[in-house]
């Protein structure tokens, strides 16, 4: 039975009011959706993605540096809390066992199935890490808590792709991990959603985001203290559905739910406590010899579904006129864009030599635009690009060994030494990390990345 028909009540926990639930109002807004197609359209417009005629999405090299700053930033955040990391393969059958066919009854309609050649018909592509990885830790003992990280791509057959690419593709990258616990081991839990918040917190705001918990009321009763006691120590509104009974194999879920873009919210993070995997697997705890609890979580979902929340705040508050839309440094492919506007190639080009140099000093992203455009357009392209730091460089600039900088961090121009220019460019970047740029470092008349 679904979970909206066994729902029994609500509750609601205020982070300005701790150690207590009430029964409403809620702080949830119920504002009509805009339409997501803007947010695709500008990733299809300014080349991050590429849609085909089915659906099928790809991440050109902009949006593939988005993709590969958010896995970066998972698997630092990760090793901090000691994780090991794990790549399990593609495939994995639901004759495995009736561990691995019980745990996958959920998804069988999303499933792919993989037929042809010498696999078997039973055999299927991994909609998420848990039949493959639960299977192999099936009759073990394991050290708690054990924490696993196995981020990959994952596949499910839904056709809402079509639709919405990047919230619900058919094929997706996620980081997922997995702590191996003893039962009831809620400090674990509550690890996991304290560093669940910090993921959140890179991208939204308070008043952003609340948690969304499912339960059901066996549980609810049995640790509504220990509850309580988590989310003051998040300090999260969050909205607490409580079911008749278990719906699925977890106990408690957490969902990390982010507005985005015009009345629309996605889950962000998602993080479940699990009793039910452990025992029907045989893993157990070495310390304590019993059947351990794991809990599922993600850290940042779908890469994709980022890409698309980041883009959505942006122009939301692009629209609202709150400030100029600009990536963080970390998530900004381009930091800097260097306009030369000058005749005397082989001046400017020496001059721009030296530019570049100090920029790869301090690891910033940039490139050189040369093509045969009119200056305006150039400026034009560049804001749409939202390129934090537009740096033009003429006969005067190179003569004072200047820069005359556009800077949309500070929606403000001005013109600075170059040293002073490097400083307050480097001054932005920050500790942001240095991820390695995927675009070309010249922009010529080719448009084909």
């Not at 805009?34 to 999405?57: M, P």
Request: proline content about 4%; hydrophobic content about 35%; glycine content about 6%.
């Amino acid at each position: 039975m679904s979970k909206t028909k066994l729902l029994k009540f609500k509750q609601y926990y205020f982070r300005t009011k701790p150690g207590g639930l009430s029964e409403g109002p809620s702080f949830v807004s119920d504002q009509s959706k805009g339409n997501f197609s803007e947010v695709v359209t500008h990733l299809i417009d300014r080349k991050y993605i590429h849609l085909t005629a089915n659906g099928d999405c790809h991440l050109l090299p902009k949006g593939l540096f988005l993709h590969e700053a958010i896995v970066a930033r998972a698997k630092e955040m990760m090793d901090a809390e000691g994780a090991h990391r794990y790549r399990f393969s593609s495939f994995f059958s639901v004759a495995d066992g009736k561990p691995v066919s019980e745990l996958t009854k959920k998804f069988e309609a999303q499933m792919f199935d993989v037929s042809g050649g010498k696999i078997s018909r039973h055999t299927s592509l991994k909609y998420a890490s848990d039949p493959v990885l639960f299977q192999y830790f099936s009759r073990r003992a394991v050290h708690t808590p054990l924490k696993v990280y196995s981020p990959d791509y994952f596949f499910r057959a839904v056709q809402t792709g079509e639709l919405k690419p990047l919230i619900n593709p058919r094929e997706f990258f996620m980081t997922d991990f997995h702590y191996f616990c003893e039962p009831s081991d809620f400090d674990s839990f509550l690890s996991a959603a304290v560093l669940n918040k910090r993921a959140v917190e890179l991208f939204a705001q308070p008043g952003e985001w609340y948690l969304n918990i499912d339960t059901n009321e066996y549980f609810f009763d049995a640790y509504r203290q220990t509850l309580l006691r988590m989310l003051d120590t998040l300090s999260i509104n969050a909205v607490i559905n409580v079911a008749s009974e278990k719906t699925h194999y977890y106990s408690l879920q957490f969902q990390f739910m982010v507005d985005y873009y015009r009345g629309n919210r996605t889950q962000l993070a998602n993080l479940q406590f699990d009793e039910k995997n452990g025992p029907a697997f045989g893993i157990v705890s070495r310390q304590s010899g019993k059947s351990v609890s794991i809990i599922h979580g993600t850290l940042f979902g779908r890469t994709e579904k980022v890409i698309a929340l980041v883009f959505g705040k942006q122009i939301e508050k692009g629209r609202t006129g709150e400030h100029k839309t600009i990536l963080p440094a970390w998530l900004s492919p381009i930091v800097v864009r260097i306009i030369p506007v000058d005749r005397n190639a082989e001046v400017t080009d020496t001059y721009i030599a030296q530019l570049r140099r100090r920029l790869e000093d301090i690891h910033c992203r940039y490139d050189i635009d040369c093509r045969k455009l009119a200056f305006s357009e150039k400026i034009k392209d560049a804001e749409k690009d939202w390129t934090p730091f537009q740096v033009v460089i003429g006969k005067k600039e190179i003569e004072n060994r200047e820069m005359s900088i556009r800077d949309r961090s500070r929606n403000s121009t001005y013109t600075v030494g170059l040293e002073k220019g490097i400083e307050i460019i480097q001054s932005w970047i920050g500790d942001a990390p240095a991820q390695t740029q995927t675009t070309p470092r010249i922009l010529l008349e080719s448009d084909i990345y």
